[in-house]
Each structure stands twice: as structure tokens, then as C-alpha cells.
């Protein structure tokens, strides 16, 4: 009984440790996105400006990265552009975003999702801006 439960503790030791490198294996693999910065803030605009930002990144992982979509919260944000290709291990990519701010007023917080074969799943960056009034002329 005593050699049943010794060999149970090393038969589960080896099991946990097999299932441990797989994970590890499993996320270090695959394409990884990792954004130079995830947030943005445009700070005080008037109402009816359009703004721009690029949000900067690197494929962090070992294989070769590919954004499906990019999917926006609201009409007044439009993603401009991404890589329409693979972008290598190691590589760079950009994602240009409008905001326009037409029709709001006060901090807005929008956020951004990208779709893509990342082993960290969907990723997501945001940006706040403060909206004024119109100028009055």
C-alpha cells in the first residue's frame, strides 16, 4: 500500500510537471502581440476635430503574427490602417486610429480590439480625450 501511494505522488509529480511545459511551450510558440504603449491620451480637443494616433507594436512571439480585425466600440473611431500581412517574429506593425469628435462633449474613453492569431487571445489598446465645446467665433 505504501509502494501504491509512493508511486501515485510520482506518477502525479510527473504529470502536473508534463502538463507545466506544455502550457509553457503552448504560449511561447505562437505569434505574440506586444504594443510599444496600449493607451493613449489625446488630451483637450474641440468638438468636430479629427484625430489621429498610431499605436506601435512587435511580434514578441515565434511564429509569424496575422491580424484578422479590428473592431472599434463606436462610429466616431475608425481604424485607419494595420498589417494586412503576416508580421514576422520579431517584426513591427502599426495600427493608425481616427477619433472624430463630432457630436461629443467631455472625456471620452474609447477602446480599440484587434483580432488576431495571438497566443495571448484579442488584445486591446484605448485612448481618452477630453472633448470641448465649439469656439465660439
Known sequence: MKTS??????????VLFLISVALQ????LGA???????????????QGD???HTFKFINSGKEPLMI??????????LPKSWPRNPVM????????????SSGKIGLQHKVIT????????????????????????
Do not use: M, P, R
Request: overall charge negative.
Open 5 to 14: 501511494l509512493h508511486h501515485f505522488k510520482h506518477f502525479s509529480f510527473l
Open 25 to 28: 511551450a503552448q504560449e511561447t
Open 32 to 46: 505574440s502581440i506586444t504594443w510599444e504603449k496600449s493607451t493613449f491620451d489625446f488630451g483637450d480637443i474641440q
Open 50 to 52: 479629427k484625430v489621429h
Open 68 to 77: 484578422f480585425n479590428v473592431e472599434v466600440t463606436c462610429g466616431c473611431t
Open 89 to 100: 517574429q520579431g517584426g513591427k506593425g502599426e495600427l493608425e486610429i481616427q477619433f472624430n
Open 114 to 137: 484587434v483580432i488576431s492569431n495571438s497566443v495571448n487571445g484579442n488584445s486591446q489598446v484605448t485612448f481618452t480625450a477630453n472633448v470641448l465645446g465649439k469656439k465660439e467665433y
